[in-house]
């Protein structure tokens, strides 16, 4: 049981009154219908199993109702972060750093 | 899903710049004096129950039946959204887990662009008007007073009954008096405010009251409830 | 019967309250105080039970929660059975009943146990997977056997008459354990005013220094808890949980206790009271002092009755007052069991002898069993017991000092019990629960803690810490820090008090005692208890390749019993370990999930059970439809009326009746459970065309649309009509089941997507009283309740809503239809629903008002061909395969929701299955929901199938049956005819047709 600092709350709040909402930073395709099937597929349908860093979208469900992101450590279940729609996460791992060349 | 990609569309109002009026159908969802109104909890005949109900017991349930209730939606940084709420209401809205009570009306926050406005009855289609006047540019205003009801819980016990019902955290030093926070209750939602020490109100929706009702009499039984008509 | 084996004075039990309990159909006495266990030793009971897999007689071995042997099955009735209680934990109280958990057709006399003799290596380990695997078929018919056999203890086949509840809790500092470090721990921490909970297992705190003989401060260690007891129970701040196992620690500092209320007072909870609670804790910070097991010596025969751990016998000694036998016979790697026969000593009975595996054993309890008299044998060991239903006697043999080889000569010695001690193994249960892995310290001889994720702490014996002062150190600052961890900074510190103990010697790290034969032909050698594991079987498993101690726990089935092997896996490992020449750190450990002890159903479910077990949600007219006969069907969590029977009807026909008024007169549903969504903002229409299929730029105020929903898949997941109630204002309905799904869609676009939208949504599903009123005559009914709404065709158009009153009320009236009559929809505030419905029935009655529920409501909208997302579609349906074309836009220029999706090359295909009307040959028959679809019915199985049948019903307007169904290019098959084999090998023959089955063109709809 997760015990999560809803960032709008600005409280911790325990984890029955949220929901996980997948992934984060998937960007809909800003065209989708000059997509092909292959980037279409990709968009809908692969996401990341990392062991280790993993960036998700939960929602404040029973509370605020406020979608929210959220760094979370898959192994150890340890929750860096959270931070709001819109915002980049200041934690990352090696290898999402060097994807976005920030390393 | 995904991240908002082009956040500078989002911008607030600019000064100056004429806000429109939003077009929306407004009603008075109040009938006169003919139609009969039933509270959610209406089957339950509280009233009677309190009657035969023994004055004594840890915990004293009354249902504050058939109020109004507005669900005011706006953003909290727009200068003119908050100035006009402040001027109609005569007081600021209240910020994060947070509960104003100006005379007989009664202001929550329920999320960063959410306050839920309790009132009699009477006053909530004269309050959302007196608002709309007030107000332009995007917020909305929702009449939900058929919709939800508040009980009130009071008593030495409550706390206890509370701890049996939701999982945040009803001790004092987390929940003072003035604050509201809406969570996890029994298997349904409420909108939980302390009012006084021993005083909680919980603010529930029509569909979940009987759910609700069977949950607190059963959760109340061993401190003995008093029902208040 | 008297208590033979209990003694005259002392202890903690309560002789002035004798109580009477029945074990196995058998009457004896016991006191207050008392656990089953201390209880039927002080009666002299031997045998409480037989072995799973062997069936060999076992008796009480332990004191705690680490019992493998005695699980009884207690409860005076049969409402009231509780299978696996550990009778080393259950307190006695008057008119107990409890019977053996094992042991058929008695524990006595036992025919598996023959088997169990006859033949030793019948069952080897891997037994289950080597002979019951295959046949696959007869797999039913072993189970029969071996379960009865085993009996694993059964559940009630009555209701349990007792509640039990849960409880959310939040504490600065949760500690876990009530001995001397915990207590220690909960004193300093209460001192700073943190919220600190103290929870432990056993009725009373205390933990070991209820029967230590160390003094603390110059008064028994009792008294120096007693005392800090009492200044606990004095603090607001700080609760006290006796009789609370903590079981689990989960992520995040949340532990679940399960309290035990009542189980010590009667079989049955007393009115009003729960007889078990879960206490749900979020802690700040958490303290372990959860002490540590006494490990047993793995020797030859080790299991007989009599066999028992050195501290239990001290346990029942000084808080039972019970000698659980005459002559005794002690077996220690370590000083700690010594006082085990010093007690037995001090209560008069015999001690025959004290085995000591180290050749030089050291300390201070040396030199007081030389000056007690006492028998000390060092360098030794026993090797073997003798007796089968109680230990008749014990050889001796002397070992090397590896302890792995037995040097001889054999003795011989009579006694009736062994106690032994291979040290201790620190309970590190907990702190494996959130995936901490423990960590071998060979000082110690056990695994302690390892790093952990969680804001813990730990003190006393689960460090591995032996000396009582250390432990009451450790619980101080453990607590003091907690405190302070947890923001409280002003936390004084305590002085420790001066505690009078004894030099400790050093331990010798030994498991396995040596037989003069080899282990796999001297007699069983006992690791784990409960599943019968032997030394011998663990190392057939690692000479047949199981060299990860996860596969050996799997393959022998060591720690799978109900104590999850606290006696026995360490045990286990040493001997994995040593059989591979590894060392016990390069072999590892299996680690603990939770549950630490098992927890009863009623704990997990609390009272979210019967009524309560799920919300059930009503609207406002639910009382009408109880007073006028409805039965309900579950639509989500609503009870939405089915159909409203009358007297002496069947189903078919009420919903005939049903049918026929709405379609030739009037009839009303109760339609409230519709999910409703208030969308207002300058943005609204262009997010509504955003998210429906199709187009709504034009919809003009006063106007309703029908809306599909899509994912980004394309595939249809809700619908519902929409009204445009002024240029920012919307009222959206969606499925009854959908609607809390729906609204978070639209705002995890509105807040992921389309921040910059200016639109606010919000529900108002239970702010509205629906009603549908339907038929020819509903303009006519509804007219009598109006007087500012003109409902006359022209003024008010299908597809239009007005706002007006209906009885009185402000309503909001639409001219929408579901099912295919002249229908309107009446919305008012839900305060007035009721009153309101009632006064449609008032004027209807002259009409034949008929209310119907969703089982019409469904027959209704099948006949003319509208689906029900959720029914008709399965997440695999795109607009298109429903033949809903006319509902998806190309022209809008942003590109919507399933717009991409529905142009995928699968969505694009030939050959894709759609929805279509399928019409029986025999019309009387009414095709079973999902049955399938073949082209041959002759065609050997597995056949190929077409598609299934989505909605099916009797329609008593069209004098047939129909269906709606998916089919395999089904616009392409209109009139052809389609099988479903059916299970019991009858085949419905059907022809494809439209699934619109009555008024075509809408006619009816528009008069």
Redesign the interface.
Known sequence: ???IYCP????H??E??F?A??Q?????P????N?T?EE??D??YFRKNPRGLHHE?W?H???????FNMTRDT?????KEVYK??EQPQIVSEQDSIARGTA | MSDVTNVEASSPVQAGEQAAKPQVAVMNLLAGEGPRADSPLAHAELGAIAKQSDAKGGVCLQELKLLGHLVLRGDPNNQSFVAGVTKVLGVALPAALKTEVIGELSVHWVSPDEWLLIMPAKQAFQLERELRAELTGHYAIVNVSGGQTVLRLTGPDVDKVLCKSTPYDVHERNFPVGKVVTSVFAKSQAVISRSGEEAWDLVVRRSFADYLWLWLQDASAEYGLQIKG | MTQNNRLSSGGRIDRSQPLTFTFNGKQYQGFKGDTVASALLANGVDIVGRSFKYSRPRGVIAAGAEEPNAILQMGATEATQVPNVRATQQELFDGLVCQVTNGWPSAEFDVMGLVGKAGGSFMPPGFYYKTFMYPQSMWDTYEKCIRKAAGLGRSPRENDPDIYDHINQHVDVMIVGGGAAGLAAALSASRSGARVILADEQAELGGSLLHASESIDGRPASEWAAEVIAQLEACDNVQLLPRSTVNGYHDHNFLTIHQRCTDHLLDCAPIGQARQRMHRVRAKWVVLATGAHERPLVFANNDVPGCMLASAVTTYIKRYSVVPGERLVLMTTNDSAYQAAFDWAESGRFVVAIVDTRAHPGGDVIDEANRRGLKVIAGSAVIEVKGSKRVTGVSVSAINQLGDKALGPVKHLTCDTVASSGGWSPAVHLSCHTGSRPVWRDDVIGFVPGNSQQKQLTAGAINGTAALSTCLQEGFQAGREAAINAGFDTVPSISLPKVDERHIGAAMALFHIPHSKPTSRAPKQFVDFQTDVTAAGIEIATREGYESIEHVKRYTAMGFGTDQGKLGNINGMAIAAKSMNKTIPETGTTIFRPNYTPVTFGAVAGRHCGELFDPKRYSAMHSWHLKNGALFEDVGLWKRPWYFPQAGESMQESLNRECKAAREGVAILDASTLGKIDIQGKDAREFLGRIYTNAWAKLAIGKCRYGLMCGEDGMVFDDGVTACLADDHFVMTTTTGGAARVLEWLELYHQTEWPEMEVYFNTVTDQWSTMTISGPNSRKLLSELTGDIDLSRDAFKFMDWHEGTVAGVPARVFRISFTGELSFEVNVPANYGLYVWEKVFEHGAKYNLTPYGTETMHILRAEKGFIIAGQDTDGSVTPIDLGMDWCVSNQKPYSYIGKRGMNREDCLRKNRKQLVGLKTKRSDVVIPEGSQAVADPNEPVPMTMLGHITSSYYSACLGRSIAMGMIRDGFERMGQTVYYPQPDGSVIEAEICSPIFLDPKGERQNV
């Open positions: 049981m997760f015990y709008y709350c600005q409280e709040r325990e029955e009154e929901h909402a997948g984060a930073h998937i960007a809909r800003a065209d989708p219908d997509c099937d279409w597929g968009y809908l979208m929602v469900a029973a509370g605020c109702r406020k979608f192994q150890s279940y340890e929750i729609m819109g």
